[in-house]
């Protein structure tokens, strides 16, 4: 097969479309940490090859954006059937008009200290203040937590640390690690910050030990006064996480501030040593819930507000955020999307007061219907129980019989996909288990709906008669 190495012209210019496209989808920080060496070696016709400096970014690419890496190549390239990834001699010079080795600086400004160059923190949202986080009953006490270690002055001991805070993606965890950043930033300039993501920990991690320069690596993280790790689930390899484990603990037992934020709380987090583990529980762990309707209001009025100082002609009224809070079940991210889509509407349309029916139209496909209900334990319980003629007290007792586990592993399963509750939640409704067992239930499912058909129609068939209730 002829196969034609990337130069100047057609072939380029595609390829600089596919980087822009991983570009837009992933955003700027993960682009820049998993894509940004990456260069097309050759364009084969059918097969294009691709190649990294190190191995740990070709598993990494594979492990995680092989899909999404062959379908925004296939975009471009028509015809395409194979990606191929490759690491990369040292010594081959870059193919000419090829961009991919230039490094892209995020356009937020990063919140790091910086040694030689490196482990630069990751862009700060200069939105994401404490004066613009909305609080209520689900996410009071993290947001109380991370005011106490921001407004901790230089040199007084650290009361709470580590921090670790958890929940569902969108509920607030990287606002208040900006926050916490842009507090002791303005008030305490003197206190060397870092806030960085997992996924950029691990790409200067990379960085040092491709340039031999590790003894750096580990003095500059060493000198760090707050360090603040969001999306700390994305953490892996042994090697990775045993550097991060020592620099952790030489900064607590420093008694320095470390922050960390993730999707599920430590015991969770089951690729991380358990050592880890127990020393992250040794802090002070909190967790934010899903918003009531009383925070979803006033999420959106804040939201507004800052809307209105852009455009002081919008006309959305008191009914109008009453219909999207009610509609809208997710959290802050979700609420600003939908809010959003009402705004455009209306400017739009020419202006105006937004009506119900013009609101209903902008979110039908996000919201959902009025007249539904939050899905309850109680009402998994009892189709449950019904389908599987087990009564309720069966499921939540310490029984074992095969006739029992199942229909309690099946009620755990459908609880943790149709209720925002967290796994100790569930558990608790459960008959007092621990989460663990709602975790086990809930992967041994999973992976029987993967080779089970019989299986997956009783999953759907229940789903069905829950929702509809």
């Not at 939201?303 to 809070?325: F, H, N, V």
């Not at 539904?372 to 309720?392: E, T």
Request: net charge positive; proline share 4%.
């Amino acid at each position: 097969m002829d196969e034609t190495t990337i130069v100047d012209g057609e072939t380029g210019q595609k390829w600089q479309k596919v980087r822009k496209r991983l570009r837009a989808s992933l955003g700027a920080d993960l682009f820049n940490s998993w894509f940004g060496r990456m260069e097309l070696d050759r364009n084969g016709g059918d097969h294009l090859v691709i190649s990294v400096p190190t191995r740990f970014l070709k598993n990494w690419i594979e492990t995680h954006y092989r899909d999404m890496l062959y379908r925004t190549c296939c975009e471009e390239f028509d015809g395409l059937q194979q990606v191929h990834l490759q690491v990369r001699s040292a010594a081959r010079p870059k193919a000419p008009g090829n961009k991919a080795g230039r490094h892209e600086e995020p356009s937020r400004q990063a919140a790091g200290v910086h040694h030689h160059g490196m482990a630069q923190g990751s862009p700060l949202d200069p939105a994401l203040t404490f004066d613009s986080f909305v609080t209520g009953p689900s996410n009071a006490l993290a947001h109380a937590a991370a005011r106490r270690v921001a407004e901790t002055p230089s040199g007084a001991p650290v009361s709470i640390n580590p921090l670790f805070i958890h929940s569902a993606a969108g509920l607030g965890k990287t606002h208040l690690l900006n926050a916490l950043a842009w507090h002791i930033r303005k008030h305490a300039p003197a206190r060397r910050i870092l806030y960085i993501s997992a996924e950029r920990f691990m790409y200067h991690f990379l960085s040092a030990l491709k340039s031999r320069d590790m003894l750096a690596f580990k003095d500059h993280f060493q000198s760090i006064d707050v360090l603040l790790i969001d999306d700390f689930q994305f953490l892996q390899g042994k090697t990775m996480q045993q550097e991060f484990c020592h620099t952790f603990n030489s900064l607590v037992d420093a008694k320095r501030q470390v922050v960390i934020a993730a999707d599920v709380p430590p015991r969770q987090l089951d690729k991380i040593d358990e050592r880890m583990r127990s020393r992250l529980v040794g802090g002070l762990v909190v967790d934010i819930d899903q918003p009531d309707h009383g925070l979803r209001r006033a999420i959106l009025r804040h939201k507004l507000e800052q809307a209105r100082r852009k455009d002081p002609s919008l006309m959305i009224g008191e009914e109008i955020i009453d219909y999207i809070a009610g509609a809208i079940s997710g959290g802050g991210r979700e609420l600003e999307g939908a809010l959003n889509r009402v705004i455009a509407t209306c400017q739009l349309i020419g202006g105006g007061a937004v009506s119900l029916d013009m609101a209903a139209r902008a979110l039908r496909d996000l919201a959902r219907p009025a007249d539904s209900q939050p899905v309850r334990i109680d009402d998994i319980l009892k189709v449950v129980g019904r389908h599987y003629n087990v009564a309720k007290a069966d499921i939540l007792s310490p029984r074992r019989a095969r006739s029992i586990v199942i229909p309690r592993q099946i009620g755990m399963y459908l609880a943790k996909k149709l209720t925002p509750r967290s796994l100790p939640e569930i558990g608790r409704r459960f008959g007092g288990r621990d989460h663990s067992t709602v975790l086990h239930a809930v992967r041994k499912i999973d992976r029987e709906l993967q080779k089970d058909e019989k299986l997956q129609r009783e999953i759907a068939l229940l789903t069905r008669i829950i929702e509809q209730r």
